[in-house]
């Protein structure tokens, strides 16, 4: 069973949203992130975009970053906020962006660069399993 975390969790002066529409006065396409990490203290707004895209689509940080520009603008604007976007990009078959560790350090909390290769993977292999079944 896959782990499902909470669509808002609050510890201190951190909010994070997981999968959670930002509504804003102006109408933004790309309004959803897979995470938001808003932290009160600091100012600060990290928008992390997840991705586990096939080999020869790993090093598109920049389209990631593109898609979300017009939502921190809003963000910036409404909650006062210093934002980043974060693409969190790792191939099907365990592939890492160059940036990738960098932008981890960023962000609070343990992070294990191996266990994230190892999820991609293993749903690469589940995604896989599934196809060849229903062929047999």
């Known amino acids: 069973m896959?782990?499902?975390p909470k669509p808002v969790y609050e510890a201190g002066d951190v909010t994070v949203l997981w999968n959670q529409a930002v509504h804003t006065d102006r109408e933004v396409t790309a309004n959803r992130p897979d995470i938001i990490i808003k932290n009160k203290k600091e100012k600060t707004c990290t928008l992390i975009d997840v991705a586990i895209p096939a080999k020869r689509n790993v090093?598109?940080?920049?389209?990631?970053?593109?898609k979300y520009k017009s939502l921190c603008i809003e963000i910036q604007r409404i909650w006062n906020l210093k934002f980043t976007i974060m693409p969190v990009i790792i191939g099907a078959i365990g592939i890492l962006t160059k940036s990738l560790r960098e932008n981890l350090e960023t962000v609070p909390g343990k992070h294990s660069i191996d266990s994230l290769q190892k999820t991609a993977i293993l749903g690469t292999s589940h995604i896989i399993r599934k196809v060849l079944q229903c062929e047999a």
Do not use: G, N, P, T
Request: glycine share 0%.
């Open 59 to 66: 090093q598109k940080e920049a389209e990631r970053k593109l």
């Open 2 to 4: 896959a782990h499902m």
